[in-house]
């Protein structure tokens, strides 16, 4: 099982190559030369599993150059041990007779990046053992939020590396800010820089490719990688649960083994959605892809239109980790859909990058609308959601559910389509305790960082999940920031170069 580029078939890599690189050369994405399948028996069998026996399977399938042994250790090192509450990372709680929810942010840090970025580490491990890739990996991060908190937890102690993450002092909520500058572990960093996203992403970019950085680097005995979620690594151990997630509706008898389910998504680098639509492409009987997406609708358009178009107006929303322009994912998708043709991705990728934007052709249009519903949600409509599914459910959702949950609710009315249907559940509702406070219309008492939290817990009688409890009484360990220029200076005085 070999992997090859989006953008070119002839450059392959094996498993441990495509994970060490994550990027190909001429800029395309890494995926398996070809997608491996679950026959029906395979699936039944993997019905009296627990999630990790699961997890080695299908990995098993994609590792090609990974020993079981080696599989065992990066699955259960990661899903095993309380990382996850009660040791289940991807429990279902049913609604009623059609709706059931993916609940994914039982990890460290309350959403669903742990999924992925609690493995990811091991994978890279195992990675740079099996390509002789010696001296310590340093990892740059740039966040916007979600994925850094979930990269500092995934990598924290991890042998052989080191992480450093940057925020914009302004452009994160008050409890993911508190999550970073907590962080634990001896090998961790974490810095504020004054600016926004974009100048936290630009800089990290500038790091990784300055030529005398590079060298000093090198000098000592170190490499800069990165854990972002074009990484194939970041992917497989996504499509995991879709697996599991069928499996466990089989096994608790809401469906009959070979009924297809609908899955509802909320989308923004299109990486879940994808996982998705790969677990599918093994065989997991899945029906409809349901994309949703918040104000920032460039996906909802593009399923409907055939034309990608960058070229519009960025909007900060309830559910700022759908806030995105590019779904770099996309790509691989792309792919899939015409055919696995590199030089057609190729060449949309380059109007991309030079026009902004890109159309493609009608019977890739014809396939992903065969594929995918797609559809948005405004603010005020994932308040109305927060609130309707309370009400109705007493079950309490973020503002990322939310928006799956009202585009879900577009497709049943769009439709006859009548097949059960699975929402993931991204993040904690206490994650963005302000805004489903004020979406249930409740008021927090007092300034302190926790009045929301509080005011939910009591409303709802839904316990706080104890990583955001325990954050109380942790000690501020990194409390520097830096202007966009003084970011190179943070890491070489972190790592001593
Ligand atoms: C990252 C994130 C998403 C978007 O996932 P993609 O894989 O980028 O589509 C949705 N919800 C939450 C809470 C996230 O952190």
């Known amino acids: ?47 009296a599993l627990d999630y990790c026996a699961r997890a080695r399977l299908v990995l098993g399938k994609f590792l090609g150059d990974f020993s079981g042994e080696e599989i065992f250790d990066c ?33 460290p840090t309350c959403a669903f990046k742990d999924m992925a970025l609690q493995i990811l580490p091991r994978l890279l491990s195992v990675s740079a053992k099996k390509n002789r890739q010696e001296g310590e990996v340093v990892i740059l991060v740039a966040t916007s939020g979600d994925t850094g908190k979930a990269a500092l937890e995934g990598f924290r102690d991890v042998p052989g590396t080191r992480i450093l993450v940057f925020y914009p002092e302004d452009g994160v909520s008050e409890i993911q ?6 962080q634990e572990g001896e090998n961790v960093g974490v810095c504020a820089v004054r600016g926004n996203f974009d100048d936290c992403q630009s800089g990290v970019k500038e790091i990784f490719t300055d030529p005398s950085l590079a060298q000093r680097l090198e000098r000592a005995g170190k490499r800069f990688s990165s854990a972002n979620s074009i990484n194939w690594g970041r992917l497989l151990p996504q499509i995991v649960y879709y697996v599991s997630a069928y499996c466990d509706l089989v096994q608790n008898e809401e469906i009959a083994l070979g009924d ?8 923004g680098n299109f990486g879940n959605i994808l996982a998705a639509y790969y677990a599918k492409r093994m065989g997991v009987p899945i029906g409809k892809l349901i994309c949703a997406s918040n104000r920032n609708n460039v996906l909802t358009d593009f399923f409907a239109s055939g034309v990608y178009d960058r070229n519009r107006d960025f909007f900060a929303t309830l559910s700022p980790s759908m806030d995105i322009l590019i779904s770099s994912n996309l790509e691989r998708l792309l792919f899939e859909l015409g055919g696995r043709d590199g030089e ?27 594929e995918f519903f ?31 949950f009202d585009v879900c609710e577009q497709y049943r009315r769009s439709t006859p389509d009548e097949r059960k249907t ?18 249930l219309g409740l008021e927090a008492e007092g300034e302190d960082l926790f009045a929301p939290a509080d005011a939910l817990c009591r409303h709802t009688g839904v316990a706080v999940p ?26 070489c005085e972190t790592l001593g170069i």
């Open 422 to 439: 699975l929402i993931v559940s991204t993040a904690s509702a206490y994650k963005f305790a302000d805004s489903v406070c004020e979406a």
């Open 374 to 404: 797609a559809g948005c949600c405004s603010d005020e409509k994932t308040k109305a959601t927060i609130r309707s599914v309370f009400e109705q459910y007493c079950y309490l959702i973020d503002t990322h559910t939310a928006v799956a």
């Open 75 to 107: 699955v259960s090192g990661a899903y095993t041990g309380g990382r996850f509450e009660n040791d289940l990372p991807a429990p279902i709680s049913k609604l009623d007779d059609s709706t059931y929810v993916l609940e994914l942010w039982h990890g």
């Open 1 to 47: 099982m070999n992997y090859i580029s989006t953008r070119d078939k002839k450059a392959v890599r094996t498993a441990s190559g495509a994970i060490l690189q994550g990027l190909s050369a001429e800029g395309g994405l890494f995926v398996p030369e070809t997608v491996p399948t679950l026959s029906d028996e395979e699936l039944s069998r993997c019905c």
């Open 260 to 267: 297809e389910i609908n899955v509802a998504v909320p989308t």
């Open 466 to 491: 104890q990583p955001i409890a325990a954050l109380r009484g942790k000690t501020v360990r990194f409390s520097r920031s830096c202007e966009r220029g003084g970011m190179a200076g943070f890491v």
């Open 177 to 182: 800010k508190l999550q970073m500058r907590t």
């Open 344 to 370: 057609q991705v190729r060449a949309l990728m380059a109007a991309l990058q030079s026009e902004g934007r890109y159309a493609v052709p009608p019977q890739m249009k014809a396939r992903m609308q065969d």
